[in-house]
């Protein structure tokens, strides 16, 4: 995986779950999600949170392939994202703004978490390249994001699909926006 500035950028495989703990610490990243958001019912996954989603997430992981990219400095693992082909992701089916726009095959690029000392500094957008570069060489053609548009108030609980600025600015397009606050952009990866 590429090397972009202070960053190294690796794929979450079973020898790096480590890591990814490490990175997400004893809450699971944001409130026991564990990357779990959007492959649960929401009552399965509030009632999943903590634990429960870590073993599940553990799981998914040693099954491979890997379900998205770890961003490390000199002093270890600092970022996170989810990337995997969008039928991973039962939720974003099911959900009324960000159901699928056609039948396209399309990855999806879905959760981000840093480091707070390691935010706005860059990070989101090297693992944007990242995840490009990877799902190009497994096939993909389209990779859809579904980031919270940054003109509106922002809050942790929201800003973790990223920003719709940053993707903006790493070749995304809005596809179709249902919802003010949270586009579906997409990015075609043949042409970028």
């Known amino acids: 995986m590429p090397n972009s500035g202070d960053y190294r950028v690796a794929l979450l495989t079973p020898a790096r779950w480590a890591d990814f703990e490490a990175l997400f610490?004893?809450?699971g990243a944001c409130g026991g999600c564990w990357c779990m958001w959007w492959r649960q019912t929401r009552k399965d996954f509030e009632a999943n949170q903590g634990?429960?989603?870590r073993r599940a997430y553990k799981a998914i992981v040693r099954a491979g392939p890997p379900p998205g990219l770890l961003a490390y400095d000199q002093g270890g693992p600092v970022g996170w994202c989810q990337l995997c082909p969008r039928a991973d992701l039962p939720v974003l089916a099911r959900s009324p703004l960000l159901k699928p726009l056609d039948e396209a095959p399309v990855w999806s690029l879905s959760c981000f978490y840093i480091r707070p000392k390691h935010r706005r500094r860059g990070l989101t957008g090297v693992l944007i390249e990242a995840a490009k570069d990877h799902a190009r060489r497994q096939g993909a053609t389209i990779l859809e994001a579904y980031p919270w548009d940054a003109q509106q108030k922002k809050s942790s609980s929201t800003i973790f699909t990223g920003a719709a600025s940053t993707f903006t600015r790493h070749g995304f397009a809005v596809?179709?926006?249902?919802?003010?606050?949270?586009p579906v952009m997409r990015c075609d990866l043949d042409a970028s």
């Open 175 to 182: 596809a179709k926006r249902r919802a003010t606050r949270r």
């Open 51 to 53: 634990d429960v989603n």
């Open 25 to 27: 610490g004893p809450n």
